[in-house]
């Protein structure tokens, strides 16, 4: 595996290693920024007063405002350790290096995307980084645009697939995200389905196709990288349904779309499975390569894009369902030869900060495997790692082998036959590998899933209780096999080894 040295320069570091760089690229940006503001009308005088800044008034505003800082950078500190190479248990990671640039000095302006004149630079930043994103993906032709977050953007497809085809059944696995159940509701779409999953946490065919044969279903959600498990949806063979069926597919790859680069050479086409070069299964190979055969996609820059969060965005192909959702206003989108993003959004006001954050790290690291691919080569690794170690303990079992770079695992119990005992065995580790251990060594999280479920997981065990509770690693952060031995991941196998037996 061949090292590259943007894994390490263009990130802050776990213990702040490049807080030096960044403060120098910081304040040569302020500086510059100063001289552009000085620059703004320079025949206008300043609206400071003239003996500014020595008058009393200004000491005290200043001692007010130390002292205010002081407190919040207090409060900051009671923060659970996210930044460290130890915490994996929800799906947080320092944004890169220069999506904190961009974001910082963006935010010094404050543009608004909702309309051209708001923020024509950063408009038009949101339009390239469109593009690549379409191009991520395996859009040949498409719009979208960015949104706070992977909810809005679900909430943005639903919307508009529903006033394009008016009625019919949403489906969505029990694996999707819990925002499609509140969208469906706020939306009124009236009839949704709920379909189990397999043994591997995807949707399962044979129910899906259960519930198309009743007929009139409006559009299936698909997952690219489930919340709770990473799973990847057979996109394969339900692109197949498609086409007999006739619904609308919209995947959802909030956390997995990122990892279309693991597939990308640096023309951006698609790479031969290679077992020995591309770090995912060719069972997820083909559901990657098959993505842009979507109807429309969720992909968050915000996860696995390396960007600070409030940077969502939601990508269509056919241009009909952006005149659908068609909006204007009296009192603005005056400037009609350019993009106005807002007409075609949810939401109003949008942070053109955020625009300039993602197309700054695109800029830098490449949505290619000489790029991001290389980021989430190693954290993909790292969780098929952790499953190969787990499949040679005695008591610790995976749920099932990771898709992308979740694992999910149980502990069996003194009853082995009995869901109860499993749970009362697996809440030990997390007593211990969680926020609820102050001195935790590492910080895991609790998924709970449904009886149902639980059955498909673990045939033969006795369903004794209505929840069957499993720990979740999320190993988006690149670090834990990088770095001197043992590493980080060696170190925390030897924390799980202290519950085996």
């Given at each position: ?23 120098e690229?910081?304040?040569?940006g ?11 009308y ?28 002081e407190?919040f ?15 994996g ?8 290096l ?30 390239e980084?469109?593009q ?5 993906v ?6 979208g645009h ?9 909430m ?28 469906a ?46 799973a990847?949806d ?6 197949k349904?498609?086409?007999?069926y006739?619904?609308?597919?919209h ?7 990122y ?32 993505l ?8 968050d ?16 192909k ?5 005149q659908?959702?068609?909006n ?18 949810l ?13 700054f ?30 499949s040679?303990f ?30 009362e ?7 211990k ?15 709970v ?33 990088m770095?001197r ?17």
């Amino acid at each position: 595996m061949r090292e590259t040295s943007f894994l390490w320069d263009y990130f802050l570091g776990p213990r702040g290693e490049n807080v030096q760089l960044l403060s120098e690229l910081l304040t040569a940006g302020l500086n510059h920024y100063q001289r552009w503001r000085e620059g703004l009308y320079p025949e206008d005088e300043s609206i400071f007063p003239e003996n500014y800044p020595k008058g009393v008034y200004f000491k005290k505003d200043l001692e007010r405002l130390s002292a205010a800082w002081e407190e919040f950078l207090q409060k900051m500190d009671q923060n659970i350790p996210y930044p460290s190479v130890r915490y994996g248990a929800q799906m947080l990671k320092d944004p890169a290096l220069p999506a904190v640039l961009a974001y910082f000095y963006t935010l010094l302006t404050n543009p608004n995307n909702h309309a051209y004149e708001g923020g024509p630079v950063t408009t038009q930043m949101e339009m390239e980084v469109v593009q690549q994103l379409l191009s991520l993906v395996g859009f040949e032709t498409g719009w979208g645009h960015l949104t706070s977050g992977g909810s809005l953007a679900n909430m943005e497809a639903l919307w508009a697939v529903r006033d394009f085809r008016k009625s019919g059944t949403v489906v969505f696995s029990k694996g999707s995200h819990y925002s499609w159940k509140r969208i469906a509701s706020i939306l009124k779409t009236g009839k949704v389905a709920e379909i189990p999953v397999d043994a591997h946490y995807r949707m399962d065919l044979n129910a899906l196709e259960s519930e198309l044969k009743n007929g009139n279903v409006m559009i299936i959600i698909a997952n690219l990288g489930t919340t709770g498990t990473g799973a990847v949806d057979p996109l394969e063979a339900i692109l197949k349904l498609r086409d007999r069926y006739g619904f609308h597919l919209h995947v959802d790859a909030a956390y997995g779309g990122y990892y279309r680069s693991v597939i990308l050479d640096q023309d951006g086409c698609l790479m031969p499975f290679d077992a020995a070069e591309i770090p995912v299964s060719d069972y997820v190979y083909s559901q990657l390569a098959l993505l842009g055969e979507a109807d429309s996609i969720t992909l968050d820059p915000h996860k696995h894009g390396l960007v600070g969060y409030g940077a969502g965005s939601v990508l269509f192909k056919d241009e009909a369902l952006r005149q659908v959702i068609l909006n204007t206003a009296p009192y603005t989108y005056h400037v009609t030869d350019k993009p106005n993003i807002g007409m075609f959004t949810l939401e109003g006001s949008r942070p053109g900060a955020a625009a300039a954050a993602v197309w700054f790290t695109h800029k830098l690291i490449p949505l290619n495997e000489s790029g991001y691919g290389q980021i989430l080569m190693r954290c993909r690794e790292t969780a098929q790692a952790l499953y190969d170690e787990l499949s040679q303990f005695e008591s610790l079992r995976a749920i099932c082998e990771p898709d992308l770079d979740l694992i999910g695992f149980y502990r069996i119990g003194r009853n082995p036959k009995s869901l109860q005992s499993i749970n009362e065995a697996t809440e030990a580790i997390y007593r211990k590998l969680s926020v609820e251990n102050p001195g935790a060594p590492f910080i895991l999280s609790k998924f709970v899933i449904d009886p149902e479920t639980a059955g498909r997981i673990l045939p033969g065990v006795e369903i004794d209780t209505d929840h069957f509770t499993a720990m979740r690693g999320v190993f988006m952060k690149h670090w834990m096999r990088m770095g001197r031995k043992p590493d980080y991941l060696d170190r925390l196998i030897e924390e799980l080894r202290k519950f085996d037996g």
